[in-house]
């Protein structure tokens, strides 16, 4: 299975309709309201042309390659882009069924993180990833993210307020 990274496409509007739209995502986007096809498509096309340095965000859509068959199962994000402190923020998503637990998330995770590094000139990525989270705990902890703060009941999620994990890691050159 060969996985690639690529840029958003207007065919991936039905699909970023599919995951934006799932109520259970929601607590950790903060969303409160679905989204329209119509919102999404124009979230698209405003995307394929943006500087990253004037929006501040990116998204790469996660494509693998199963056997001769390409299929699109998630995507990465960069947020909070802070070129003056070389740091952005880091999101990975991949969508459930047979593709998780095949260590997509984890290098997708890395390609965002040479991404950071090379092209970018970023010192540093973070994640804010909800204590009840744990499949994405066990997936920055394995990517060898530090867990350097809490910030406590900063999420409410139905009638409980949950702590959020920052987790930070210092990027470095795979080659030294």
């Known amino acids: 299975m060969n996985l690639r990274l690529r840029a958003v496409e207007i ?20 969303t409160r309201a679905p989204f329209s096809h119509y919102a999404i498509e124009q979230y698209v096309k405003s995307t394929q042309n943006e500087d990253i340095y004037a929006v501040k965000q990116i998204r790469f859509m996660i494509d693998v390659d199963d056997d001769g068959t390409v299929k699109t199962v998630g995507c990465a994000d960069l947020y909070d882009l802070e070129p003056q402190h070389s740091r952005a923020g880091v999101g990975i998503f991949v969508e459930e069924g047979d593709y998780r637990r ?3 998330a984890l ?12 092209i970018l000139n970023l010192h540093q ?17 394995k990517a060898n993210y530090r867990q350097t ?23 470095t050159s795979k080659r030294s």
């Open 102 to 104: 095949r260590y997509i």
């Open 11 to 30: 065919s991936d509007a039905d699909i970023i309709y599919k995951w934006e739209n799932s109520y259970s995502l929601w607590g950790v986007s903060s």
């Open 125 to 141: 990525l973070f994640a804010h990833i909800t204590q009840d989270n744990s499949i994405s705990i066990k997936l920055f902890n």
């Open 107 to 118: 290098n997708a995770l890395a390609w965002i993180e040479n991404y950071a590094f090379e």
């Open 149 to 171: 703060s809490v910030l406590k009941d900063w999420i409410r999620k139905e009638n409980q307020y949950l702590d959020v994990l920052v987790f930070q890691k210092v990027l």
